[in-house]
């Protein structure tokens, strides 16, 4: 049966021990309706991104596609 030659130390420890963490889960607040979502995301509650809506009614909303405005110079 396997037994410790040593004590372990409170260093060694607490150094083995430091990967045993929770991950930072990157929630910040949606800048329409306050509430918590991940970062990147869309908003599950209001439907915006990047102060955008994005989704209403649970439909996809559709931009208007930029027209041409430069025109080749003669």
């Known amino acids: 049966m396997a037994v410790p ?7 060694r420890k607490r150094l083995r021990r430091t ?4 991950a930072v889960s ?3 607040t949606c ?3 306050g509430a918590m979502i991940r970062s990147h ?3 599950p509650q209001c439907g915006y991104y990047g102060g955008k809506p994005v989704f209403l ?3 996809l909303v559709k931009e208007e596609p930029k ?3 430069r025109k080749k110079k003669k």
């Open 5 to 11: 030659k040593r004590r372990i130390s409170k260093t």
């Open 19 to 22: 990967h045993f963490k929770l």
């Open 26 to 28: 990157g929630l910040v």
């Open 31 to 33: 800048s329409q309706c």
């Open 41 to 43: 995301h869309v908003c």
């Open 57 to 59: 009614d649970g439909k």
């Open 67 to 69: 027209k041409a405005a």
